[in-house]
């Protein structure tokens, strides 16, 4: 299947880098000429422009920093697109838009599936990361060989946006549990406790989370690096946000991490790691929060494998209506 993969950031270029590795006839695109350059070498094609991709191949991948973003790439690639083609959409993004560009793809007799991702880019980088897939269930049959690719466990999750409405919440609870992790780890370490115990106790008990194993880690070393950077999280839970606000969800703890994200702005800026928040705490207490040990760079060291589809109790890999 030929294949156009537009955005190579921290997560787009990793999972364009497992098809790659993968052997899926693959060409690219951004902005960013050096990244072009980086798969040409390794045996990618440049593809010139999303017009010229969604022209040459039959799918066309896109991961991108924004909604804007999206919708900027698409108005070049629509020109393209026509019965065969299929747009993949893997950014985060607001479902209202995906569903508008949705339609947009499929006047044109093209098809259109999102699926963003979940699981850091530690996980992209080995395709062990997992996938929401939204959209038409001939749709996502079609795009499953690549999807089992890019990804470890594939959810088909229903109709166009619901993928996306889902990969926000996700998000918010990973960013949920960050700022309560800031708060438990600075408060054991007022109170004299040991931060490498305190790991362990946290990881072994019920206040556990995929966030506690991976990003305390990196708060722990201080290398606070974990390739996500505080405008996204503002994104992302804006998107939750709004969501909330669109069904009349009185929400309470949504609106308090947004300001706690603002200030992390405001201090490191706009586009600081978004494990830095600790550093707010640190301040206000005098506080180091560190522990010898820890790494200072997040690797997976599950083996490769082929990925495969999740199924709901009662279904058989059809999301239910």
């Known amino acids: 299947m030929k294949t156009g993969f537009i955005g190579l950031g921290n997560v787009g270029g990793k999972l364009a880098g497992s098809l790659l590795r993968n052997g899926i006839d693959l060409s690219v695109h951004d902005l960013d000429a050096g990244l072009v350059d980086a798969f040409t070498q390794r045996g990618g094609r440049d593809g010139g422009s999303p017009a010229a991709l969604m022209r040459d191949c039959e799918v066309v991948i896109t991961c991108l920093p924004s909604p804007a973003a999206s919708a900027a790439v ?4 629509l020109p393209e697109m026509g019965p065969g083609k299929i747009w993949i959409e893997m950014s985060t993004t607001d479902a209202e838009e995906i569903i508008r560009l949705g339609a947009a793809v499929a006047e044109t007799g093209g098809m259109a599936v999102e699926c963003p991702v979940s699981g850091g880019c530690h996980r992209a980088d080995t395709a062990n990361i997992s996938i929401f897939a939204g959209g038409p269930r001939p749709a996502v049959e079609a795009v499953l060989p690549l999807l089992k690719r890019m990804g470890r466990r594939i959810l088909h999750t229903g109709d166009l946006g619901t993928a996306s409405k889902l990969k926000v919440m996700t998000n918010y609870l990973a ?15 007022a109170a004299g406790l040991d931060m490498a115990t305190t ?8 206040g556990t989370s995929f966030v506690h194993e991976t990003e305390s880690q ?20 804006g998107l939750f946000q709004k969501l909330a606000d669109t069904h ?3 929400l ?6 947004i300001d706690i994200m603002s200030d992390g702005q405001r201090r490191f800026g706009e586009r600081a790691q978004s494990d830095r928040i600790i550093e707010r705490l640190e301040a206000a ?5 560190l ?31």
Do not use: W
């Open 218 to 237: 990196l708060i722990l070393s201080g290398s606070r690096d974990v390739n996500f950077t505080m405008d996204l999280i503002q994104k992302d839970i």
């Open 285 to 289: 207490t005098g506080l180091s929060v």
């Open 199 to 206: 790991y362990e106790a946290i990881r072994i008990s019920s």
């Open 74 to 77: 698409m108005e070049q690639m």
């Open 175 to 189: 960013n949920v549990h960050l700022v309560a992790l800031c708060e438990a780890l600075t408060t054991m370490k």
């Open 291 to 321: 522990a010898d040990g820890f790494p200072t760079v997040l690797v997976d060291d599950e083996p490769e494998e082929e990925g495969y589809e999740v199924t709901r109790p009662g279904t058989t890999g059809i999301a239910a209506q």
């Open 252 to 257: 309470e703890i949504s609106p308090l991490v």
């Open 248 to 250: 009349g969800v009185p």
